[in-house]
């Protein structure tokens, strides 16, 4: 741990991949991460926990069976744990996650992609 600030704005141009989730920091047992979407996602769920959506920049769509939410930039939104969702994004978007450290981003160990520190 550093005194130094996170800047997203550096931390976002390290990466250019898609739906890769970045680690910038941690939070007691939760990882603070950054992405960059776009085109839509796997459906999936996650049984133990909610997962957190903030967008950055851009906009999203969380598609639910019962409905969905768009975001657009400052808005957060949280999935309940359990319930099926799929991020989808017309256009390139800049998303801020917060999830238990260790959670796999498509809800199954076996498909996650890997979590690296930024």
């Known amino acids: 741990m550093t ?12 990466f250019s991949e898609h ?12 990882d603070v991460l950054i992405a960059k979407v776009e085109g839509e ?6 049984p133990d ?8 920049e851009g906009e999203i769509t969380i598609e639910m069976k019962d409905g969905d ?19 989808v994004a017309k256009k390139e978007a800049k998303i801020m996650l917060i999830e238990p450290q260790g959670v796999p981003n498509t809800g199954d160990p076996a498909t996650a992609k890997t979590k690296e520190w930024r």
């Not at 996170?6 to 390290?14: C, R």
């Not at 996602?41 to 996650?46: A, P, Y």
């Not at 939410?69 to 991020?87: A, C, F, Q, S």
């Open 3 to 14: 005194n130094k600030p996170i800047n997203l704005v550096e931390k976002f141009a390290t």
């Open 19 to 30: 739906w890769s989730p970045k680690i910038v920091a941690q939070l007691n047992d939760y």
């Open 41 to 46: 996602f796997n459906w999936h769920n996650h």
């Open 49 to 56: 926990t909610d997962e957190m959506f903030m967008v950055i």
């Open 69 to 87: 939410v768009t975001l657009g930039p400052g808005e957060i939104y949280v999935v309940p744990k359990g319930k099926d969702h799929r991020p």
